[in-house]
C-alpha cells in the first residue's frame, strides 16, 4: 500500500488550498480515510476523516472551513482548506484504516494502519 500526499504551499491568511492524497495497493472503498496533521513537538491530530460510505467527521478546528472527500475510481482522497489561520501550518499526512464501517470513520490517529508521507502547508500570519 502507497499513499502519495500533495498540494502543500505557502498560503496568507484567509487564502485557500486543495490538497490530494493518490493511493495504490489496496481497493479504496474498503478503507477509512483521513487527514491529519502535526507540528514539531506536538503528536499528530486528526482534521478530518471520512467512513467507507462518505461519513465526514471534522475537528472542531477545522468545522466550516475544511472539506474531505474522495473519488473511488481514482482512488484519491482530497481536503479543500478555507480561510486558511495560522494556526493551520502544518505537515499533513492522508492516511487509510481498515477500522469502521460504511457509516463510522475511524477518528484515532492509531487506529490507522497506512500514511502518506507528510506536505507542508504553510500559512503566515
Known amino acids: 500500500v502507497q499513499l502519495q500526499a500533495s498540494g502543500g504551499g505557502l498560503v496568507q491568511a484567509g487564502g485557500s488550498l486543495r490538497l490530494s492524497c493518490s493511493a495504490s495497493?489496496?481497493?479504496?472503498?474498503?478503507?477509512?480515510m483521513g487527514w491529519f496533521r502535526q507540528t514539531p513537538g506536538k503528536e499528530r491530530e486528526p482534521v478530518a476523516v471520512i467512513s467507507r460510505g462518505g461519513t465526514r467527521v471534522y475537528a472542531p478546528s477545522v468545522q466550516g472551513r475544511f472539506t474531505i472527500s474522495k473519488d473511488n475510481a481514482k482512488n484519491a482522497l482530497y481536503l479543500q482548506m478555507t480561510k486558511l489561520k495560522p494556526e493551520d501550518t502544518a505537515a499533513y499526512y492522508c492516511a487509510a484504516s481498515t477500522r469502521g464501517s460504511v457509516f463510522h470513520a475511524a477518528l484515532r490517529t492509531y487506529e490507522y494502519d497506512y500514511w502518506g508521507q507528510g506536505t507542508l502547508v504553510t500559512s503566515p500570519a
Open positions: 495497493g489496496l481497493t479504496f472503498t474498503n478503507y477509512c
